[in-house]
């Protein structure tokens, strides 16, 4: 089944930097990848998404991007904030069903 | 945008008594449910597929008999925890799928005493 991988598992960086978070799949077929934000005891909400017929995507501060060859995806947010501080997780949803498979999260926090 | 509610939000109940959950679709039909749980830390671990009508479809090592899930129409599906121990407590948190896209519940804390 659909593995994903996600790195780094924590990531601190300074107010206005930026910050970039990978994730890497084993399902070649897989055809959906979303990125939800989850802040303590919340519940997980969508940042970004892309399909696999796209390379990248952008909404004002966050991109992804997506390479199919290697089967690896970037979240990167541009002039980060301390609101920006919370729990990322990645997924992706294999070409067989509609399942997404979650990546193991990684905690960014923005140091005013 | 589309908005899914869960409740209750907080439980505590009593070793060996069961406990439902209720997740609901407020503004959009879903014709697919998911259910998560989620340890301190970790990431969302896929427990169930629910689809309206029809039986859900669980992940491997989840226990159908202990976790009953019912989706009856398109904007309810709820989870039972039966005979609930405290290796059940748990973040439990579902999600409504509108096209590619699932839209995550509040969660729900469970201890269990």
């Known amino acids: 089944g659909e593995n994903v991988e996600q790195h780094p598992s924590t990531l601190s960086v300074q107010e206005g930097d930026s910050a970039v978070i990978k994730c890497t799949y084993s399902d070649s077929a897989s055809n959906y990848f979303p990125w939800y934000k989850q802040e303590l005891g919340k519940r997980p909400q969508l940042i970004i998404d892309i399909r696999s017929n796209v390379g990248e995507k952008k909404d004002q501060r966050i991109a992804v991007t997506l390479n199919k060859t290697a089967k690896h995806f970037s979240l990167h947010i541009t002039e980060t904030q301390p609101e920006d501080s919370a729990v990322y997780f990645c997924?992706?949803?294999?070409?067989?069903?509609?399942?997404?498979?979650f990546g193991t999260g990684t905690l960014l926090a923005v140091q005013p | 945008g589309a908005v899914v509610s869960q409740h209750p939000s907080r439980v505590i109940c009593k070793s060996g008594t069961s406990v439902k959950i209720e997740c609901r679709s407020l503004d959009f039909q879903a014709t697919t449910m998911f259910w998560y749980r989620q340890f301190p830390k970790q990431s969302l671990m896929l427990m169930a597929t629910s689809n309206e009508g029809s039986k859900a479809t669980y992940e491997q090592g989840v226990e159908k008999d202990k976790f009953l899930i019912n989706h009856a129409s398109l904007t309810l599906s709820t989870l039972t925890v039966t005979s609930a121990h405290p290796e059940d407590s748990s973040f439990y948190i579902c999600s409504g799928s509108l096209t590619d896209t699932q839209y995550f519940g509040p969660g729900t804390r469970l201890t269990v005493l």
């Open positions: 997924a992706a949803r294999g070409g067989a069903t509609n399942k997404l498979i």
